[in-house]
């Protein structure tokens, strides 16, 4: 061999050499990720069963209910759940042959022989149209249906298939058939052939027809295209092509074929269908069926339950309610609610049929007892809950929560300590205005006669010079929970101290905030239900029997912000000699623009929160505040026959004591006092400016000199600020 013949070969050999290693690294790759692919195939397929059918099938499809305690501790049905999805499980038994043989020919020939996967049809599919279009067996679209993944990725079809293989491998045919026929779409709504026929067909799905069941059959392709409510023509061409090859197959013969095609399909929208009896009560009942709005909220809640405990997405909670077979035990007292309702339906207190209300009452450890979110007739379900719903701004009701309460707690205040009561300079202006629209008094204050008179300048001054914003934004979302607090705008003096927040507050949250004014200064997170079992009441999902109080302010705070409360004049609310027999802690709410009237009180018994205005904001116009007469139109109605022994707790740790009226500091022998609640542990010193009294006995004159000239000496030094 010549030179130049040798040095030819040299770079064609190692071009096959390098093409062989490639070749051959190909080859190993896809040996070993085909090995590997197979491998888990074969043992997903022999692992655990992918999906549960009796499971499922034991929680599918299940009308919810929620129940509610009578008096005697009885369960009453108040409401059955069932959703737009009209879903019933019907087993195989009581379904037509037709419709079995119908579906098995138009939607898997070969079902009866395969084992979950058709991979003569798959890899046909495949090879033409790629993953997106067809191939899957009954059993992969049952996988398909109970998972609700549908997306067109070669990893969703590659564990469809794997999950198809191991479902045929722990169940029988019939079983998956049966599980098949009852979860796939059909169009108008309806999950399951029972309800599809009873849709179409008015009929039972025992008795549907060759005709009929085809007709059924093609519906799945395409729910839309092939309705055959909407798209007859399209619907009858799908029909008959099903009935070919029910022929072809052998399913049935030539004359049960003709019979078929030529039968007149009589649907539920047709001229000549006539409902049976039963058929129009059902409907007209369903149609008449009004939950009101406690279980409306209980449902709100019980989904936003199942998504922050199991992770759920909000349709997939939705579909647990309605679909899932749920028992629901309310926590709603059935007379307080009608008492409730009574009251909003027929505007107790309303001003005219465009002004709207809303109201929860709880007990003191987050029962709430009635919710109602609307004035006048609840007129549908899932309506809007006012009480829930809306958060509007809750005006003066805010004072005690982001004020008072919070310095008490701290002990930074006590019932008779001084604040002047007085507007000081605010970015560029004097503010604030009190309820008069006058810069305050110019005199010193004690704190009970502040919330008494609901003064705007004495929580802006404490939150500004003694509490900070910061640690009043802090009580509103930490302790008294309220959950649109904005943080960049709340932190300002305003919607701290007069109530203006960004986002509001509803009275749900306004009912538990003040709850811990009446229970030692515990936070009970509010409840509508006790628990939600399963179908068989076997299996607890969610349990709020055991919740526990969180301690957010001292018992000594709560006893003297109670006893503050009971200070507040209601008197102009009416007589009420029911409720009016109890101590009441009460504190009212106004908007500065008028736009939203409250009312936050409560008794030994109960606390609740009215909220009172326009939906559409607008100046209410109303001298007495309209929520309070609401207040007392329904808890005058709930404490009937309440024995009015009971009282507010006290938790030991505070005592009753007089006062100087002009210190603020406990009385001594000489001054002139009143009486206020303080803390064992916070207590004022004595007073020792009024030692002398003076000639005729006349301490109150010395006392008031006194106070003139503190009074004076403060303003001047506000100024000089």
């Known amino acids: 061999m010549s030179k130049k013949n040798t040095k030819a070969a040299k770079p064609r050999s190692k071009a096959f050499m390098a093409l062989l290693a490639v070749a051959c690294a190909a080859f190993l790759t896809v040996v070993f990720v085909g090995g590997y692919v ?15 059918l009796e499971e499922y099938k034991k929680n599918q499809n299940q009308t919810s209910f929620v129940y509610a305690y009578d008096d005697e501790g009885k369960t009453v ?114 999950y399951g052939v029972k309800t599809a026929s009873e849709t179409y067909f008015g009929k039972d799905v025992s008795e549907l027809n060759l005709a009929e069941a085809a007709t059924i059959a093609c ?37 049960e074929y003709d019979e078929a095609i030529n039968y007149e399909l009589i649907l539920t929208n047709s001229d000549k269908y006539v409902p049976d009896e039963e058929e129009e009560v059902k409907e007209t009942e369903e149609e008449t069926e009004i939950w009101g709005y406690y279980v409306d909220y209980v449902i709100e809640c019980v989904i936003d339950d199942l998504m922050e405990q199991y992770g759920y997405t909000r349709s997939q909670a939705s579909d647990k309610i309605y679909y899932g077979g749920l ?37 003191y450890s987050g029962r709430i007892v009635g919710i109602v979110g609307g004035a006048g007739e609840i007129e549908r379900n899932r309506d809007w809950n006012r009480a829930s719903d809306t958060f509007r701004q809750p005006g003066s009701t805010i004072k005690p929560i982001s004020t008072y309460a919070p310095l008490l707690d701290l002990n930074k205040i006590t019932w008779s300590s001084h604040t002047l009561d007085y507007a000081f300079a605010y970015r560029g202006e004097m503010w604030p205005h009190n ?39 802090k009580y509103l979302k930490e302790h008294f929970m309220l959950s649109q607090i904005d943080d960049d705008n709340d932190i ?50 969610l349990d709020n029997t055991q919740k526990i109080g969180i301690q957010v302010i001292s018992e000594e705070a709560s006893d003297i912000m109670c006893e503050i409360l009971q200070t507040v004049r209601t008197s102009y ?21 008028d736009k939203d009237r409250w009312f936050c009180a409560g008794t030994p018994y109960y606390v609740g929160a009215v909220w009172y205005g326009y939906d559409k904001p607008k100046s209410i116009n109303a001298s007495i505040n309209p929520a309070g007469t609401i207040f007392f139109n329904v808890f005058d109605r709930i404490h009937k026959g309440l024995d009015d022994d009971i009282k507010f707790p006290k938790s030991g740790k505070t005592v009753q004591k007089k006062y100087c009226t002009s210190t603020g500091n406990l009385a001594g022998s000489h001054c002139s006092s009143s009486t206020g609640w303080f803390s064992l542990t916070n207590l004022p010193k004595t007073c020792t400016r009024c030692t002398s009294r003076p000639s ?15 009074n004076i000496n403060n303003i001047i030094n506000e100024f000089l600020d």
Request: hydrophobic share 35%; charged share 20%.
């Open 38 to 52: 197979l491998f888990n195939v074969l043992s997903s397929t022999h692992d655990e069963v992918v999906i549960n």
């Open 77 to 190: 049905e108040l409401a059955s759940l069932h959703g737009e999805e009209n879903r019933v499980w019907v087993e195989l038994d009581d379904i037509s042959p037709n419709l079995l043989d119908a579906f098995v020919a138009i939607e898997d020939i070969r079902f009866y022989k395969h084992s979950g996967v058709d991979w003569k049809r798959t890899i046909g599919v495949v090879v033409k149209f790629g993953f997106s279009q067809g191939g899957s067996t009954i059993t992969q679209q049952l996988i398909k249906n109970i998972t609700n993944e549908k997306d067109v990725t070669f990893v969703r079809k590659f564990n469809e298939i794997v999950s198809a293989l191991n479902l045929e491998n722990y169940y029988d045919k019939p079983t998956i058939l049966e599980a098949y026929l009852n979860t796939l779409y059909l169009g108008n709504g309806c």
């Open 219 to 255: 519906i799945t392709k395409a729910p839309y295209t092939y309705n055959p409510l909407v798209n007859p023509e399209k619907s009858k061409e799908r029909q008959e092509h099903c009935l070919e090859i029910m022929l072809e197959e052998g399913m049935i013969s030539q004359q």
């Open 327 to 363: 028992r629901i035990y309310a926590a709603v007292d059935l007379d307080i609610q009608e008492d409730l309702e009574y009251v909003f339906e027929n505007r107790k207190g309303f001003a005219n049929d465009e002004i709207q209300g809303a109201m929860t009452v709880m007990d």
């Open 435 to 473: 309820v008069d629209k006058t810069y305050g008094s110019g005199n010193n204050v004690t704190t009970q006669k502040a919330v008494q008179e609901s003064m705007n300048t004495v929580p802006a001054r404490l939150i500004n010079n003694t509490l900070t914003p910061a640690m009043s934004l």
């Open 492 to 541: 300002n003096l305003g919607p701290l101290a007069t109530g203006s927040l960004t986002n509001g507050a509803n009275t749900v949250e306004m009912a538990a905030a003040y709850a811990t004014f009446g229970n030692g200064g515990k936070y009970y997170e509010p409840y509508s239900y006790y628990k939600v079992t399963n179908s068989q009441g076997t299996e607890v999902l």
């Open 573 to 593: 609310y009416g007589t009420a000699s029911n409720v009016r027999r109890f101590q009441i802690m009460a504190k009212t709410g106004t908007t500065s623009d």
């Open 696 to 710: 005729g006995g006349n301490s109150e004159v010395s006392s008031l000199v006194d106070g003139a000239v503190d």
